[in-house]
């Protein structure tokens, strides 16, 4: 089975051909190239207070085909249903953080996982729990967590 991996790298230097090449040589290929630049811009008073940069997107979360609306990230959502089975579970942050790496999942920014770094995504998680809990999905989970419990 084989599966995508993403990377974002942030640019310390101009990109050049010789960095594009050694990419390549190493499996990867550019899929988007993203711009930025500074422009003078008047204060807008009725935006003051916000910060006015760029909103994080949330984690299990993706910027859809369109780039106008967000979309479900199937394996950050995969994280998020993985974590509330642990938590109904009764699992501690470092258990969690074991289980997530060694069935192979990193972080958005492809570090393995720390308890630090699963305790930061419970507000996310309590945010997306509703979604996560209901449907016939986690009905049949739940039947099978507890014939396991069950059967220990």
């Known amino acids: 089975m084989k599966k995508t991996e993403w990377m974002r790298e942030d640019l310390a230097a101009e990109l050049?051909?010789?960095?594009?090449?050694?990419?390549?040589?190493?499996?990867?290929?550019?899929?988007?190239?993203?711009?930025?630049?500074?422009?003078?811009?008047?204060?807008?008073?009725a935006h003051s207070g916000t910060g006015g940069g760029p909103e994080e997107i949330p984690y299990g979360m993706q910027i859809a085909s369109d780039c106008r609306h967000l979309e479900d990230n199937p394996g950050e959502m995969q994280v998020l249903k993985l974590l509330a089975e642990m938590i109904v579970q009764d699992m501690s942050f470092p258990q969690m953080a074991d289980m997530l790496n060694q069935r192979a999942f990193r972080t958005r920014d492809g570090r393995t996982w720390?308890?630090?770094?699963?305790?930061?995504?419970?507000?996310?998680?309590?945010?997306?729990?509703?979604?996560?809990?209901?449907?016939?999905?986690?009905?049949?989970?739940?039947?099978?967590?507890?014939?396991?419990?069950?059967?220990?």
Do not use: C, Y
Not at 24 to 42: D, Q
Not at 121 to 140: D, H, K, N
């Open 16 to 45: 050049s051909a010789e960095h594009l090449q050694q990419k390549a040589a190493a499996g990867w290929k550019p899929v988007a190239i993203e711009w930025k630049r500074e422009i003078e811009v008047m204060p807008d008073p």
């Open 114 to 152: 720390t308890p630090l770094a699963v305790f930061k995504l419970t507000p996310r998680l309590i945010e997306v729990a509703p979604r996560i809990l209901s449907g016939s999905e986690w009905e049949t989970r739940k039947k099978q967590m507890s014939k396991v419990a069950w059967n220990s």
